[in-house]
């Protein structure tokens, strides 16, 4: 049996692993971010926490809250976390890519509300249309599309980032999990489109998603080390 | 222009960031505990309205205190002022490592 046809046959327990390790990546980063942000109230700080925030909500409510609609035969809520994943996914795509981006959009400010100031708002409702559009036309394009879009411009940053700083190892890395990540929602498009969902394609789209956030949870403990 | 007429080339300060701002003012109220307010200004390099602002800040978020003693008022590092200028080093290499 090869390793495609294992995970395959054993795949609601590699989904449960997935989860897990994503969520508490996510939880770790929040955690470790979010010290840093009280100290600074650096507003880049600020919005790759909240990516992370979104991240792991977004995963608790496809495979936890799922789960739950699932075992409680819930199951026209079940629709319910799919969207929610939606929605928190593209919510932190775009705090990520701004987290990039905000000091030529704002100018630096330390009182504002993390999740109620007026940029977080725009990207809600931005992500609400997106959501609303996906489920109106019955179709995740609009989804996979908004986050090709996202991860293209923040690797595209990040690339500018590290031709500026040469010798900054943990921007290589950031500009590593940014194309990544932008793999990965191409593979998910593809095989949506072309490959009807074939088992082995998404099974490396989740191998790469998994790097991403290694990768993110690897520079964020090595940037936040005491010397 | 230079002393022999020549085009001097003036160097132009580099902005700079808001942590860079709070740690230079932490610092110097750190260096010269109770420093009056005059002092400080100086010591932060801004302009007054921008002083006011960031000290206005940093005292709603309890990085500094304000004392008055006989009707004059200092500044004095509060513990989370000491723990900001204790991590600068990490904030400063964090912000950069991701291109924040």
Do not use: C
Request: hydrophobic share 55%.
């Amino acid at each position: 049996m090869d390793v495609y046809s294992f995970v395959i046959a054993n795949k609601e327990l590699f989904k449960v692993i997935y989860a897990i390790i994503v969520i508490s990546i996510s939880v770790v980063i929040v955690l470790k971010t979010h010290r840093l942000f009280k100290l600074s109230l650096h507003n880049g700080i600020r919005y790759f926490r909240n990516a992370f925030f979104f991240f792991g909500l977004g995963f608790v409510s496809r495979y936890f809250l799922k789960f739950i609609f699932d075992i409680g035969a819930l199951f026209p809520y079940a629709q319910i976390s799919t969207v929610l994943f939606d929605f928190f996914l593209i919510m932190a795509g775009f705090s990520l890519l701004y987290s990039l981006i905000w000091k030529k959009l704002e100018a630096e400010s330390m009182t504002r509300s993390s999740l109620f100031n007026p940029r977080m708002l725009i990207f809600s409702l931005m992500t609400i249309i997106i959501v609303i559009l996906g489920l109106v036309w019955h179709t995740s394009y609009l989804f996979y599309f908004s986050q090709i879009v996202i991860f293209l411009i923040a690797s595209l940053i990040a690339l500018a980032n590290v031709i500026k700083r040469k010798s900054a190892k943990l921007q290589r890395w950031y500009l590593t999990a940014m194309i990544l990540a932008l793999i990965a929602w191409v593979l998910n498009t593809l095989a949506e489109i072309f490959y009807q969902f074939n088992q082995a394609m998404l099974i490396n789209t989740y191998a790469t998603n998994m790097i991403f956030f290694l990768i993110f949870l690897y520079g964020v403990i090595r940037a936040t080390k005491v010397n | 222009m230079g002393l022999f007429g020549q085009p001097r080339l003036i160097k132009m300060a580099k902005k700079r960031e808001r942590l860079e701002v709070i740690r230079d003012i932490l610092k110097a109220t750190k260096e010269k505990r109770n420093i009056k307010p005059t002092r400080l200004l100086y010591a932060s390099n801004l302009s007054p309205q921008m002083f006011k602002e960031y000290v206005d800040e940093l005292v709603e978020k309890k990085f500094i205190n304000i004392d008055v003693v006989s009707d004059k008022k200092t500044f004095s590092l509060t513990k989370k002022g000491f723990e900001f200028l204790n991590e600068y080093k990490v904030l400063e290499r964090f912000v950069e490592s991701f291109g924040l």
